[in-house]
């Protein structure tokens, strides 16, 4: 400490006022320091990897994690039609959740970096009121979507997870795929698909708990939306932070549980 002080007072006896600003800036702590890093120095413990964030609440989810000052990786079917996820700054990887080359792809992509938060947003909702307006074609498009795309990314990126600090894992559900809630019927194929989700994120939940994740599904609301409609009550803004509300808030003892973006628990 003795020389620091010699060399600070030399400097300034020889170059004035300016050079001792300049040296006392340049030796404190903050001139080092990583603004990524979270408090243990690990800068993983800030990144988010969210699926279909170019439009709706995955964008809006990026939207807020990038500004809280997440590094966010984005996925999108287009990358370049991903304008809006574009200029936030966010890394976008193309993705689609139905092509099992396109999540290895993913895979490379990501290497062996470090991925703390999994958020799969990716969905589809087509309408069937009805048993007779039930499309075969159509009812295993959505649960190719909504229930095999989120097995296939969280798998890719499981090794992702394992080696970031969170371990977290997000699953966007639907009070639609709960079956204690299902007493009006219709939403065929979309019912369906959320129902299976969530099984497999309780499966999940039992399987990775021992390891430290933390898996849940998540109930969004009913969002204004171009899926939501324009009747919707809960804007994209609302529902995000709801969403981020609840899943700082999450420990390992809510593993497989299942949340609404108000953070009430919901039956399944």
Not at 57 to 76: D, P
Not at 126 to 132: A, V
Request: glycine content about 10%; some cysteine.
């Amino acid at each position: 400490m003795k020389i620091v002080q010699s060399t600070i007072q030399r400097s300034a006896r020889w170059a004035g006022p300016l050079a001792l600003t300049f040296l006392l800036i340049f030796m404190s702590p903050l001139a080092n320091s990583d603004p990524g890093a979270g408090e243990d120095g690990a800068s993983d413990a800030r990144t988010v990897l969210i699926t279909g964030a170019n439009r709706g609440i995955g964008l809006e989810l990026a939207r807020q994690y990038s500004a809280a000052g997440w590094h966010v990786i984005g996925t999108a079917r287009k990358p370049e039609s991903a304008q809006e996820l574009i200029a936030l700054g966010a890394e976008v990887v193309q993705l689609d959740v139905t092509d099992p080359a396109s999540t290895e792809r993913l895979s490379r992509a990501l290497g062996s970096r470090p991925v703390s938060l999994l958020i799969n947003n990716a969905g589809i909702l087509p309408m069937m009121r009805s048993l007779e307006e039930i499309d075969m074609d159509t009812f295993e498009r959505v649960m190719d979507v909504n229930t095999l795309g989120p097995v296939r990314v969280t798998r890719a990126v499981l090794p992702n997870l394992r080696a970031g600090q969170l371990r977290k894992i997000v699953n966007i559900t639907s009070t639609l795929g709960s079956i204690a809630r299902n007493t009006s019927g219709g939403f065929y194929g979309y019912r369906e698909s959320k129902a299976a989700l969530n099984m497999f994120t309780r499966s999940l939940a039992a399987e990775l708990g021992p390891e430290g994740f933390t898996c849940i599904v998540l109930h969004p609301g009913w969002v204004r939306t171009d899926m939501g409609g324009p009747n919707a009550p809960t804007t994209a803004q609302e529902s995000a932070l709801g969403i981020r509300r609840v899943i700082e808030g999450l420990t390992e003892a809510d593993n497989g549980a299942f949340f609404s973006f108000e953070g009430e628990r919901m039956p399944w």
